[in-house]
């Protein structure tokens, strides 16, 4: 439905779709492109709402409650030893701020339909946006969280060490599940009629939130792989990029939180900059790390082309975010569709290294298929015909 209403329909509001901008277009698309994308954001939203929710159930059966899932009673020294899992520590946080996101994610699109079809019933425009990059920045952030459990199942594995849970890292989970609900005010640091004590709150707790989570987890990535004799592989190889992706991507990010910087340079390409090199180098790493480390026990070896490939996404994915932030840094903006010639030089070389990104990662979708056809393959031949 998303889709249609965007190509079909010409649905162009964005995935912010601020209000009231669906339902007054300009003549740009009219109630049935508004609606269709709206509806279909709303089911996306409600289809992980539910996700989360037994997510949430199944952690809450095992440990007793969401804050035991948290390692409260670690924290609070009423139970000795290590805390939960870090996958459930991990898993835990992510149901929490996600489940906050998506139901005010949801509100503001059912509140987006009825003044759709019934105009006289309006809503706070600054109570829309709030809502809207609550759901957003907290969705979009909360992937990378959802990534890290690739990290604290498939590393340890490689080093045959323990990946523990101790009381410094269930405190920094905690600190993260609030900072990640409370900081998307950093977002609208451009928006001058927001209560101040907000903005502040966006700024000061940005700087924070990037650093409990980020800097145990880095830090233990190292720890348990130093003189561990780790087997470099691509799935190891991808586990261990991702580290340095998040890092990187994360100092950008928290300069353009500052609101002196923000106000320069958020709406420039800065932002695609950072977001791509912790999303792209960190996220997407830890996914393409999962997929070879699910394929590695099927007899294929890794050949030539996946190591070459491996450095051929590092190096031209690094190439591209530095395009991004160096554009940034001469003031090209993140939304026109037209640029000056003074910026064409940095959007032809970005285009260059995207191909070969594309390339790269043609190469990891082929070995990934076509090893999972080959065990479906194999074990319909052990099984034989049925009767």
Known sequence: M???????????????????????????????????????????????????LDTSRAIIREYGSLGHGLGWPQILGK???????????????VSIVNLVSLTAGASVLVMSLINLFQPSIEMDPLLAKNLIYAFGHIFANSVIYMGVIAVYEILPKYTNRPWKSYKI???????????????YPHHLLMDFVMPKWMLIIGQVFSYLNGLPVLVVTAFGALM???????????????????????????????????IVINHV????????????????????????????????GN????????????????????????????????????????HVPEWIPYDRMGAMFAVAIIAAVTVFLYRFFVSVITVQAKQNIEVGPRA
């Open 169 to 183: 890292f269930l405190i920094a989970w905690n600190m993260s599940t609030l900072f990640t609900i409370i900081i």
């Open 79 to 93: 139970v000795k030893g290590y805390g939960p899992p870090p996958t459930v520590v991990a898993s835990t946080m």
């Open 2 to 52: 998303t889709a249609i209403s965007i190509f079909v329909f010409r649905f162009a509001g964005a995935w912010t779709f601020l209000y009231p901008l669906p339902a007054m277009s300009a003549g740009m698309w009219g109630k049935t492109g508004a609606s269709l994308y709206l509806i279909g954001m709303l089911l996306i939203g409600v289809s992980f709402l539910l996700l989360y």
């Open 265 to 296: 340079m958020h709406n420039t390409k800065w932002v695609p900059g950072h977001f791509h090199m912790y999303m792209g180098i960190g996220a997407v790493s830890m996914l393409f790390g999962f997929m070879y480390y699910f394929i590695r």
């Open 224 to 258: 348990i792989v130093y003189r561990s004799g780790i087997e470099w592989d691509m799935a190891s190889s991808f586990i261990f990029l991702s580290m340095f992706g998040w890092v990187a991507g994360v100092m950008p990010a928290i300069a353009d939180a500052t």
């Open 299 to 338: 007899g294929r070896k890794i050949g030539y082309a996946d190591m070459v490939s491996f450095w051929v996404y590092t190096i031209f994915f690094l190439s591209l975010c530095g395009t991004f932030l160096f554009s940034g840094k001469v003031s090209a903006p993140r939304r026109w569709a037209v």
